[in-house]
């Protein structure tokens, strides 16, 4: 019986339970779902409406386009701070910072107001008509 219990008893001291506990919470993601971009015919500004969205530095990502479906990016971290770029053709034109924090959700929308020509994010479900994304597979 003394055995069994003393690995158990030395992970204890040295904190190796903690360790997992640690790893698990900080494995906590969020995700943002890019609402399409309505082709109502208008041309608005100066903008192709050719738009891709890249979240901390990694790949673009396009953003959907008049019948296409809303494009979901996840497996972002939730904790911190996080850089969201968009451009247009290959001209960056916004970026910005955000913390699911910031917003009480780890589900986001990013959609883009056509009629003023910006961006904006905000909790996925205060949207639920034009903001319905399935995670990738």
Known sequence: MLQRTFPIAVAAVLGIGSVAVARGTSAATGSICIATV???????????????????????????????????????????????????GEKRIESFRFSFDDYGSTALCLWYKQWYGSWSLSPADQYPTFCRCSPRS
Do not use: C, M, N
């Open 38 to 88: 309505e082709d109502d015919g208008l041309q608005r500004g100066h903008y192709s409406e050719k738009f891709a969205v890249r979240i901390d530095g990694d790949a673009w990502t396009g953003v959907p386009f008049g019948r296409q479906p809303p494009t979901w990016i996840g497996d972002i971290p939730a904790q911190g701070k996080h850089l969201v770029s968009i451009r247009d």
